[in-house]
């Protein structure tokens, strides 16, 4: 089979079929990418070209890869098929059914995509561990970039990661989202793993936990439950903030959580706020949580935003020169996630257009989002000038802590946002640690009415409005 066909008529395909067709594509877009990205993305894909070459159909593993595939590459697809053909071919991305997956080239369906963060570098490597432990290793330390915003926290899981069971144990991780918290806790699992690949370790999302509870209660299973997590030499587990008002599983995990101390295994755990901000926790769990080592992950100031695209373009095989990367990063300051983003529309931009980075480049690529930007002033930006201006931790504009000195600023807060953004009483709500709409409209109704009359209060509304319209 030859590789980089250039010439444009059917006939010189290796065997003038729609297979032979698909191939000599997937051979093009081998030479094109880069190794990681090609095996990740294209490789797994199945096709069946119509028989007249009218269409292509490509089947995807699933949504996820659908969406990723369709924004990444069918454009450069179709552009080749056409190319080697020499005429239009139709191109259609579809969802393989699960009956059909064809075993040779199909990626296996992994069942907690859902709970894995959008990683970008390839969410499907999921391997040897993966099942067993719901690693994902393609979350490491390596690729968990470091400033100050992390710095105590990274120094923690790696310290907890090379002699579990030792200092900080438990590791309680907070912060809001998008910070790579869990970045941070599958990189320690998988760092422990290589050091010792026959320890026990399981990465779980509170969420995954309470079912595990529910289904060990409905049917009856609670010493196979028992037995699965008080073995465990290291437990992950993701977001703890999911188990207020669950008592039942708060109960199970009170006694796993002993029972894993007891024998000096490590438990490493992460929130959205620290630990006496969760509410409706016991107070028992919540006070074993404080016991070991509390730490906070911050926004990225930046120069590490900066840092971050820089790495991950090169990871995606780009080069980012330094002066787009402040651009985006000036620009695009509220997490990682919104970063990668970004960088995703950036690459894919430069990858279509096939023109080079440039901040004229990121300018058009990221057109939409700037002038949302500048128009717009999101919730996370006026909790942060809200909580620096009252001197209070960000975090405690989604803890349920009710001290007037934070429970008031909050609803500064709250009132702010109903004022400067779009967003709705129930959207804000969420954004404050999923609070109900009812408490947003009586923040709102408040501070407007006390606004009238207290007029310290309408001069210190005045100055972080003019702050947040800066
Ligand atoms: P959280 O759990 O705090 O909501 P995640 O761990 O899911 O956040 O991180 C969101 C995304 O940002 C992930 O793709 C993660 O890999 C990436 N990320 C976060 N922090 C960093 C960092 N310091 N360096 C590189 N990537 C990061
Ligand atoms: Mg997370």
Redesign the pocket.
Known sequence: MTTGLSSSTIDSLPDGSGDGLWQACIDQLAQELPEQQFNTWIKPLVANVANDFSKVVVWVGNRFKLDWVRAQYAGRISHILQQMYGQPILLELAITPKENLVKPRSVPFIQEIEAL?????GIEENTPSGPRTRLNT??TFD?????S??RMA?AAATHVATMPGQLYNPLFIY????????????AVGNRLLEERPEAKVLYIHAEQFVSDVVKAYQRKTFDEFKDRYHSLDLLLI??VQFFANKERTQEEFFNAFEALLAKKSHIVM?SDTYPKGLTDIHERLVSRFDAGLTVA?EP?ELE?RV??LI??ARHEGAEMPEEVAFFVAKNVRS???E??GALRKILAYSRFNQKEISIQLARDALRDLLSIQNRQISVENIQKTVADYYKIKVADMYSKKRPASIARPRQIAMYLAKELTQKSLPEIGELFGGRDHTTVLHAVRKISAERQQLSELNQQLHVLEQTLKG
């Open positions: 963060p959008e990683s970008f570098v393609a979350l690729n968990l970039v470091e400033g915003a992390n990274r912060g809001g989202v998008g910070l790579g918290k869990t970045h941070l806790m599958h993701d977001d992460t992950i990225p590490m840092a971050i790495s991950k997490n990682v996630r970063l990668e």
